[in-house]
Each structure stands twice: as structure tokens, then as C-alpha cells.
């Protein structure tokens, strides 16, 4: 009987030790639990940022879009600029060469009343 007594009492410290630690472990998990809300709002605020930017990024597509079309616009302006600036150039060429051309036919024609001007003279100091 004092063996059983003895044994009772043994059993009895086993689940005293045994219910100290799960009380350590009802702490430990309890600690536990507290962390894992923590992270699961460091998630959300994590989750909440991420949208933020999602949103900033399509933002700046659009914007980078609407200035690639403008850039592509500008471009295309540009090139009709260009063209309509190198016309003129080619038209104010072909009037310069025309102007150039009737200068010369002008000289030719100064030169050739000059000869007959002193031709004529020439010929009325003969006369005389």
C-alpha cells in the first residue's frame, strides 16, 4: 500500500510537472498567436502598400503612354515641317538659279548695246 501511496504521489508531481508545462505551452502559443496577428496586419498594411504602388504604376503607364503618342505627334509634325521647310529651300533654289540666269541674259544684253553704243559712235566720228 505505501508502494501505491508512493507511486499515487509520484504520479501526482508527474502531473503537476506535466501541467506546468502545458500552462508553459498555453503561454508560448498564446505568444504565438499574438505574433502571428501581428504579421497578419504587417501583411496587410504590407498588402495595402503593394495596391498603392499597383495603382502608382498604372498611373505612370498612362503617362508614359500619353507621352510617347505626343513624342510620336511631335515627330510626325516635324517630318511635315521638314518637308514643307526643304520645299521652300528648293523652290527659293530654282528662283535664285532663275534670277542668276536672267542676270546673265541681261549682262549679255548690257555688253551688246554697249559695243553698238561705241559702234555708233565710232561710226559718227567717222561721219563728221
Not at 30 to 44: A, F, P, Y
Request: hydrophobic content about 30%; glycine content about 8%; cysteine-free.
Amino acid at each position: 500500500m505505501s508502494q501505491i501511496l508512493k507511486e499515487v504521489q509520484s504520479l501526482g508531481v508527474e502531473v503537476g510537472s506535466i501541467k506546468e508545462n502545458v500552462g508553459s505551452l498555453q503561454e508560448e502559443v498564446g505568444s504565438i498567436k499574438k505574433d502571428v496577428g501581428s504579421l497578419h496586419e504587417e501583411v496587410g498594411f504590407i498588402k495595402k502598400d503593394v495596391g498603392s504602388l499597383q495603382d502608382e504604376v498604372g498611373s505612370i503607364k498612362k503617362n508614359v503612354g500619353s507621352l510617347q503618342e505626343e513624342v510620336a505627334s511631335m515627330k510626325e509634325e516635324n517630318e511635315k515641317r521638314f518637308n514643307q521647310l526643304e520645299q521652300s529651300v528648293r523652290e527659293v533654289n530654282e528662283t535664285v538659279k532663275n534670277i542668276e540666269r536672267k542676270q546673265e541674259n541681261q549682262e549679255e544684253v548690257i555688253d551688246l548695246l554697249s559695243r553698238r553704243s561705241i559702234e555708233l559712235e565710232v561710226g559718227l566720228k567717222k561721219v563728221r
